[in-house]
T-cell receptor, first 115, second 111 residues
Framework: GAGVSQSPSNKVTEKGKDVELRCDPISGHTALYWYRQSLGQGLEFLIYFQGNSAPDKSGLPSDRFSAERTGGSVSTLTIQRTQQEDSAVYLC?????????????FGPGTRLLVL | QKEVEQDPGPLSVPEGAIVSLNCTYSNSAFQYFMWYRQYSRKGPELLMYTYSSGNKEDGRFTAQVDKSSKYISLFIRDSQPSDSATYLCAMHTGANSKLTFGKGITLSVRP
C-alpha cells in the first residue's frame, strides 16, 4: 500500500519568507509526527498529533513554527519568517497508534534551504 | 548529556565483515528500542524493533537491548555493499510517544 508522502520534495526560499510543508500519512494511521533532521543535530521531534487530542507541541523550536492536521489526515507544517538555521530535512511519520509501540513509518522528507 | 548517545563514525568495513553498532541512553523510562536505516536522500526505514531487554534476530541482523546497562546494539553479519547507509538508533517510552534518536552512524561496506 501507499506509504507516507510529503511535498514538496525540495524547497528553496529566501530568509524572511513563510513556507508550508505537507504530509499525507498512511491511510488509517491515527498518529502523525513531524521531525527535523539537520547536520550536527540528528533527528529531532517537533510535534505530534493523535486523533482528536490536543497536539504535543513540546518540540517546536520557536513560535515561528506551527502545524495543523485537518480531518485527522493530512498535516501541514508552517514556518513563518524563515531563518537560515531552519535549513534542514523535515520528516513526517505516521503510526497506527496501537499499544505495543506503534511503529512509526517515515516519509521521504522535504529538504528546505533558506538563503 | 544527550538522552541517546551514538558513536558518530563514519565506519568502513570490507564486505563479509561483522558490524557492531551501539547506542547508550540515560532515560530509564525508554521501553521500546528501534534501529532505522536511512539511505542517502531517503526517509528512515525501520530495520529492527525490540521491546524491553533481550535479543531479536532477523536474517543477518541481530538487535540486543540491555536495559540494566542502558545499552543497545545492532549486529550485521556477512555485511554487503547494499548495507551501506546511515543507521539510527531510536527509542521511546510507549505507544504514541515521540521517538528520541541517536545522531546516526554512516556505514560503508567496501566490495
Amino acid at each position: 500500500g501507499a506509504g507516507v508522502s510529503q511535498s514538496p520534495s525540495n524547497k528553496v526560499t529566501e530568509k524572511g519568507k513563510d513556507v508550508e510543508l505537507r504530509c499525507d500519512p498512511i491511510s488509517g494511521h491515527t498518529a502523525l509526527y513531524w521531525y527535523r533532521q539537520s547536520l550536527g543535530q540528528g533527528l529531532e521531534f517537533l510535534i505530534y498529533f493523535q486523533g482528536n487530542s490536543a497536539p504535543d507541541k513540546s518540540g517546536l523550536p520557536s513560535d515561528r513554527f506551527s502545524a495543523e492536521r485537518t480531518g485527522g489526515s493530512v498535516s501541514t507544517l508552517t514556518i513563518q519568517r524563515t531563518q537560515q538555521e531552519d535549513s534542514a530535512v523535515y520528516l513526517c511519520a505516521s503510526s497506527s497508534g496501537l499499544a505495543g509501540g506503534g511503529t512509526q513509518y517515515f516519509g521521504p522528507g522535504t529538504r528546505l534551504l533558506v538563503l | 548529556q544527550k538522552e541517546v548517545e551514538q558513536d558518530p563514525g563514519p565506519l568502513s568495513v570490507p564486505e563479509g565483515a561483522i558490524v557492531s553498532l551501539n547506542c547508550t541512553y540515560s532515560n530509564s523510562a525508554f521501553q521500546y528500542f528501534m534501529w532505522y536505516r536511512q539511505y542517502s536522500r531517503k526517509g528512515p526505514e525501520l530495520l529492527m524493533y525490540t521491546y524491553s531487554s533481550g535479543n531479536k534476530e532477523d536474517g543477518r541482523f541481530t538487535a540486543q537491548v540491555d536495559k540494566s546497562s542502558k545499552y543497545i546494539s545492532l549486529f550485521i553479519r556477512d555485511s554487503q555493499p547494499s548495507d551501506s547507509a546511515t543507521y539510527l538508533c531510536a527509542m521511546h517510552t510507549g505507544a504514541n510517544s515521540k521517538l528520541t534518536f541517536g545522531k546516526g552512524i554512516t556505514l560503508s561496506v567496501r566490495p
